[in-house]
């Protein structure tokens, strides 16, 4: 290989973010820029959905602020979010504060 030809540069994983809606009972699919960091979508008063097709993963993520019944109803409602994307993944479920090292690696707050 010259000088001149280079490798590409491996994309960034993209990582595909649900938010549950509580008036209207479903998960609600995001369109993300390119530039949103995923840590900058955690907020307290949120219950979000991430999809990882790297690790084969569905991560719930519930807020601090949201309520025993949200969490409920979000977790009713993975399988049918995590079948459209492969009936083989996992889903987990992080609280804030008590996020995995797995999961911190997804949103970006740790390297793998």
């Known amino acids: 290989m010259s000088e001149e030809e280079t490798l590409p540069e491996l994309e960034k994983e993209k990582i595909i ?30 219950i979000l959905l991430f999809i990882d097709n790297t690790r084969y993963r569905v991560w719930i993520w519930h807020g601090s602020n949201v309520t025993t019944r949200m969490k409920f ?17 996992k889903i987990s479920a992080v609280d804030e504060g008590n996020e995995t090292m797995g999961f911190k690696i997804v949103t970006g707050e740790e390297k793998e």
């Open 17 to 46: 973010v649900f938010q549950y809606n509580d008036e209207l009972g479903e998960f609600q699919e995001l369109e993300l820029e390119d530039d949103v960091e995923i840590t900058d979508l955690l907020d307290s008063d949120f």
């Open 73 to 89: 109803i979000a977790a009713k409602l993975a399988p049918s979010i995590r079948d459209r994307y492969g009936i083989g993944y």
